[in-house]
């Protein structure tokens, strides 16, 4: 994983434990449309999606609340919200 050049926190397991567990719905990327432009990684309220070698993105789904944020900003629309399944 790639560390970011500006000093954003990274969640961690804390008094509620890994709060991505909370979700109802959750983002799923679809690779075939990211164009690797990091603007989910930069607007994500979280901060849980990491950046990789390469430029992919991936979403740390211990943490990620599924609060849609990255759907709505990817100029793609290449992540689309789907029902959690527990
Ligand atoms: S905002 Fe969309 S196109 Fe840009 S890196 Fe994220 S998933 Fe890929
Ligand atoms: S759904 Fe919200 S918390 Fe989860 S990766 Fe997208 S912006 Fe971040």
């Known amino acids: ?9 990274r969640p961690k397991v ?3 434990g890994l709060t991505g567990h909370w ?3 959750k983002p799923v990327i679809h690779y075939d449309k990211c164009t690797k432009c990091r603007l989910c990684v930069i607007y994500c309220p979280e901060n849980t999606i990491d950046l990789l070698e390469g430029f992919d993105v991936r979403i740390d ?6 609060c849609g944020v990255c759907a709505q900003i990817c ?8 029902p959690e399944v527990k």
Do not use: F, N, T
């Open 61 to 66: 789904y211990d943490y990620c609340k599924g």
């Open 75 to 82: 100029p793609q629309k290449a992540i689309e919200m789907v």
């Open 1 to 9: 994983m790639i560390e970011y050049p500006i000093p954003l926190g």
């Open 14 to 16: 804390g008094a509620s």
């Open 23 to 25: 979700r109802i719905i």
